[in-house]
């Protein structure tokens, strides 16, 4: 009896399972980055213009 | 018969997890310069905005973390042949080298814009000198070349505290070059207590370090040499008035105790056989003397401040 593959197009589902946690998990942190960068700049920009009309 | 199929789930590679790009930052290095940087801008005599303090200090240790990443791609393959190194991201396979490569160079350029528009473009541009003084001519040029690597090299661990200064002051006066100098001075018998314990690591993937080229007998004298003068160096700023007693005493005595750690192992003949117990305090000792330093700076400004002292 011969064992019928995987199917080519198909990675096997705990494979696929780790690459989009691990996708998630990347995206969050870059997204918590952005977010915080945003903030950042906003807070920068916030006490320059502060410190030149002060 | 039947034909072999590729199995796309055989080569679907993971994507690096978010901690394994952290810990391309040598996170505990940077703590280091983190807390030096952060020294550095509290004991300069002009006060910064928090915001533009805490950008200041991000901006250093992305830089510093910029530079690690840089210093663990190309430094990949000797990583892999030494136990202490062999489980970092690269050389475990866990990451890909241009991912690692590409972060590196986001980290310092975006470091050096930020720092560069938020703050001046002095610091910005002395940080940019420290990513490329670490990167280029420590890891790639020195590093491979001359035992002398770790001298010249430890510049690069400098610069934290000099940028924190200017990033609150604007400008270089000599304070903050004493500060370059004391962390400069400070290295050598730092690493060099590191390498007597695991030289065998750098001799086998050939990093010319002094144990190696010059021997035990040479690095423990050197070790005892830059020791002894930097107990003067660290008490400096207080000789020439830029500092109070607090730091003055406090910088003496913690001094005097490095080169109490440094005795035992610079007057040791060889340790083989020996469990190098001396080392491994001197190279402790030598973290907590550099924490302990730049935190007694920070209180003697503090008590300046206060009307403490004169």
Same mark, same amino acid.
């Given at each position: 009896?011969?064992?019928? /593959?995987? /199917?080519?197009?198909? /990675?096997?589902? /705990? ?40 | ?7 796309? %789930? !055989? ?14 930052? &040598? ?42 990443? #840089? ?15 062999? &489980? ?10 241009? !991912? ?27 940080? =940019? ?5 670490? !990167? ?11 035992? #002398? ?13 000099? +940028? ?18 004391? +962390? ?14 695991? @030289? ?21 004298? @050197? ?27 406090? !910088?003496?005595?913690?001094?005097? =105790? ?10 040791? @003949? ?16 030598? +973290? ?14 503090? %008590? ?7």
């Amino acid at each position: 009896m011969t064992q019928t /593959p995987p /199917p080519p197009d198909m /990675p096997n589902m /705990p494979d696929m399972k780790q690459y989009r946690a691990r996708q998630r998990s990347r995206n969050i942190a870059l997204g918590l980055v952005l977010v915080f960068l945003v903030v950042l700049f906003y807070a920068i920009t916030f006490v320059r213009l502060g410190a030149q009309h002060g | 018969m039947m034909t072999p199929t590729i199995n796309p %789930a !055989a080569t679907l590679i993971l994507p690096t997890e978010w901690r394994d790009f952290f810990a391309l930052t &040598k996170p505990r290095v940077m703590s280091l310069v983190v807390f030096t940087g952060l020294c550095g801008l509290l004991a300069a005599p002009v006060s910064i905005h928090p915001v533009l303090g805490f950008t200041a200090i991000l901006c250093i240790a992305l830089g510093a973390g910029g530079a690690a990443a #840089l210093n663990m791609w190309w430094e990949a393959d000797l990583d892999a042949g030494m136990k202490r190194t062999a &489980k970092r991201p690269l050389p475990a396979g866990r990451m890909d080298p241009i !991912a690692a490569r590409d972060f590196g160079i986001g980290l310092s350029v975006g470091s050096v814009l930020i720092l560069g528009l938020a703050i001046g473009w002095l610091a910005a541009g002395l940080l =940019a000198v420290s990513i490329v003084y670490y !990167a280029v001519i420590y890891t790639i040029w020195l590093k491979p070349r001359t035992p #002398l690597n770790i001298v010249i090299g430890g510049g690069a661990g400098a610069f934290p505290p000099l +940028i924190g200064w200017v990033a609150a002051t604007g400008h270089i006066t000599a304070m903050p070059l004493l500060l370059f100098a004391i +962390i400069f001075m400070w290295t050598p018998p730092h690493f060099w207590a590191l390498a007597l314990f695991v @030289q065998s690591d750098y001799a086998k993937v050939g990093i010319p370090m002094l144990p190696v080229v010059a021997g035990e007998a040479t690095t423990r004298r @050197q070790i005892l040499i830059y020791s002894l003068l930097l107990l003067p160096l660290a008490a400096t700023p207080w000789f020439i008035g830029a500092t109070g007693a607090v730091y003055g005493i406090a !910088a003496l005595g913690l001094s005097a =105790a490095f080169v109490g750690f440094a005795l035992p192992v610079g007057l040791r @003949q060889s340790a083989a056989g020996g469990t190098m117990k001396a080392e491994r305090r001197l190279f402790w000792f030598s +973290i907590v003397y550099l924490f302990a330093l730049f935190a007694v700076l920070v209180a003697d400004r503090l %008590a300046t401040v206060q009307g403490w002292q004169g």
